[in-house]
């Protein structure tokens, strides 16, 4: 059965940095389209960055320069690094895996219970 | 950059028909997908390229896009429908993926 799992969520003060983790099971996250969404509080999802299996990395403006995505294939995880964090970073970040299904079909297939970061002093 | 926009709320009763727009520039130009998200959890994916319904959805979830608005469609609503929705597609010119403010169903 295929799983993730997020971790490293926490209460951070302005200008912080964190990183956090996202655990695959089931399937290999360097073979497929991964991502990071969050949710503040009582709000909509927001995508933040994608990255590729060829290794590109896509990024929403919002974070872009602050945030880091990547992947570690010897323990099958995804990781996003944040740093500069501000009072609207505050969210719930959900990993998940995303399927492109043609040149202009994309969709989430997989998502995890998400990790909450809270930014503020 | 690309917007989609969906109405913030949406009521029915019990075993009516729920319908849930997404508008977009040219949506139907692109294809949408749709979650739901049950308050505390996850979303989950419940349509995709439109109007595919991944193993396991009910088939009272269909969907249809042209023109300028997606339509998730749930038939015979019932109460454990009730949850936000929100659509996403995929942005070509910046490789975006962009949701939906998302709808809160109510079934009343």
């Known amino acids: 059965e295929v799983h993730l799992v997020e971790s490293g969520g926490d209460l951070m003060q302005p200008g912080g940095a964190l990183r956090l983790s996202c655990a695959a099971s089931?399937?290999?996250?360097?073979?497929?389209?991964m991502a990071w969404v969050r949710q503040a509080p009582g709000k909509g999802l927001e995508w933040i960055s994608t990255?590729?299996?060829?290794?590109?990395?896509y990024y929403a403006d919002s974070v872009k320069g602050r945030f880091s995505i990547s992947r570690d294939n010897s323990i099958n995880t995804l990781f996003l690094q944040m740093a500069g964090l501000r009072a609207e970073d505050t969210a719930i970040y959900y990993c998940?895996?995303?399927?492109?299904?043609?040149?202009?079909?994309?969709?989430?297939?997989?998502w995890g219970r998400g990790t909450l970061v809270t930014v503020s002093s | 950059s690309y917007a989609l926009t969906q109405p913030p709320s949406v009521s029915v009763f019990p075993g009516q028909t729920a319908s849930i727009t997404c508008s977009g520039q040219?949506?139907?130009?692109?294809?949408a997908s749709w979650y739901q998200q049950r308050p505390g959890q996850s979303p989950v994916l419940v349509l995709y390229?439109?109007?595919k319904r991944p193993s396991g959805i009910t088939e009272r979830f269909s969907g249809s896009n042209s023109a300028n608005t997606a339509t998730l469609t749930i038939s015979g609503a019932q109460v454990l429908d009730e949850a936000d929705y929100y659509c996403?597609?995929?942005?070509?010119?910046?490789?975006?993926?962009?949701f939906g403010g998302g709808t809160r169903l109510t079934v009343l």
């Open positions: 040219k949506l139907g130009e692109r294809f």
């Open positions: 990255v590729y299996n060829d290794g590109s990395t």
């Open positions: 996403q597609t995929w942005d070509t010119t910046t490789a975006a993926l962009v």
């Open positions: 089931g399937f290999t996250v360097n073979s497929n389209y």
């Open positions: 390229q439109d109007n």
């Open positions: 998940a895996r995303l399927i492109r299904g043609g040149s202009n079909i994309w969709y989430f297939d997989l």
